[in-house]
């Protein structure tokens, strides 16, 4: 779906000529030409809570299709020159880092496809047996736990907001008195959260629980103060105008991509 007629035609055509010429100059274009992929692979790029499913989500459409899907996801930094060249498909961990993308990516994310397609709960991720006995979050707003919390990327005020949800405002200054770390993004919360086994609790989204199962157990937020945040995808005007691409986000709404996304943690 990538290359018209007239391109395929055009190469069959050298190829022959080639064939039938042999000059060492166009022997050299006609392998460049044979090296060539027919299709070119979909580029998707977007933050890393979402990823693992994402990337799943990818592998079993080129297993359907036959079409190649590159995922690469983490924390902006690490994507972002890349997505510059030839990103087709943006995803967010939230409204306000679509938005922080939209703005990055000016010219190139065609903001009238921004659609959320998934949304997940805030939790609360406590040491392998939860030795110190979390329940919620009221129980982080006392008692001299540690807490850790993400302060950018797709977190941007998500603390505050399950904190002060209430309209409680003991509660908030309760479990600020008790934050100890801050992390820029939910990557550098996790390597914090591996390398200082002092900090007892980290207000996070639940996938990252499911994804680390070994090194954390979750305690959900009370109901009354849990707040969802979720995924958005948008086309850049390369990917809006490629077949591929748009197959490949419908499928990320079908039943076979649902399953990957709730296993994880995700609702429809």
Request: net charge negative; with cysteine.
């Amino acid at each position: 779906m990538r290359e018209t007629n007239i391109e395929i035609l055009s190469r069959h055509t050298l190829l022959a000529l080639c064939g039938a010429v042999g000059m060492v100059t166009l022997t050299g274009a006609c392998t460049t030409l044979a090296a060539e992929p027919t299709a070119d692979a979909i580029h998707v790029y977007g933050p890393g809570g979402p990823g693992p499913a994402m990337k799943s989500a990818a592998e079993l459409f080129e297993q359907r299709t036959g079409t190649r899907v590159t995922v690469m996801s983490g924390p902006l930094p690490k994507w972002k020159d890349a997505a510059r060249l030839d990103a087709d498909l943006v995803f967010s961990g939230s409204e306000n880092m679509m938005t922080e993308l939209s703005t990055v990516f000016e010219g190139q994310i065609d903001a009238s496809t921004v659609e959320p397609l998934y949304i997940r709960p805030s939790t609360i991720l406590v040491r392998p047996g939860n030795p110190k006995a979390v329940t919620g979050i009221r129980s982080l707003a006392s008692g001299g736990r540690r807490v850790m919390v993400v302060a950018g990327a797709g977190q941007i005020g998500m603390w505050e907001d399950v904190a002060a949800r209430s309209g409680e405002r003991e509660l908030l200054a309760g479990f600020r008195a008790n934050i100890v770390a801050f992390a820029d993004n939910s990557g550098a919360a996790l390597e914090r959260w591996k390398s200082d086994p002092t900090i007892d609790a980290w207000l996070i989204w639940n996938h990252w629980q499911i994804a680390n199962p070994e090194i954390a157990d979750q305690v959900p937020v009370e109901s009354d103060l849990t707040i969802w945040r979720p995924m958005d995808i948008a086309f850049t005007y390369k990917g809006k105008g490629d077949a591929d691409t748009r197959a490949f986000a419908r499928f990320l709404t079908s039943s076979e991509a649902r399953a990957i996304f709730e296993s994880q943690g995700w609702k429809r």
